[in-house]
Nanobody, 119 residues
Framework: QEQLVESGGGSVQAGDSLRLTCFHT???????MGWFRQAPGKEREFVAG????????TYADSVKGRFTISRNNAKDTVYLHMSLLKPEDTAVYYC?????????????WGQGTQVTVSS
């Protein structure tokens, strides 16, 4: 009933592009969604967020101008388009659901997908 499944991760070289996909069940309809990432030895950090309607997106400074978050609510899918990837982007990327009525607090995460960027 409540499920987030990320896919699209992989090993690429610096400068390459990847698109991460987050499939969610309809129980998530109406929620703002976001992407987070966590590298080994580091804390989880916010990457990008998007409102339910998809009209407003927020990005971490480290990815602004390189990553784009989008969603297709008819397909219950959230995307993270990543371009100009850098080695420092290497991390496990998680799709997350914002708390009801919130666009800054998140309460549910998927299992994550690994992104590895080599120089």
């Amino acid at each position: 009933q409540e499920q987030l499944v990320e896919s699209g991760g992989g090993s690429v070289q610096a400068g390459d592009s990847l698109r991460l996909t987050c499939f969610h069940t309809r129980a998530f309809d109406g929620f703002a969604m976001g992407w987070f990432r966590q590298a080994p030895g580091k804390e989880r950090e916010f990457v990008a967020g998007i409102t339910w309607g998809g009209y407003t997106a927020t990005y971490a400074d480290s990815v602004k101008g390189r990553f784009t978050i989008s969603r297709n609510n008819a397909k219950d899918t959230v995307y993270l388009h990543m371009s100009l990837l850098k080695p420092e982007d290497t991390a496990v990327y998680y799709c997350a659901r914002a708390r009801a009525g919130s666009e800054s607090e998140y309460d549910y995460w998927g299992q994550g997908t690994q992104v590895t960027v080599s120089s």
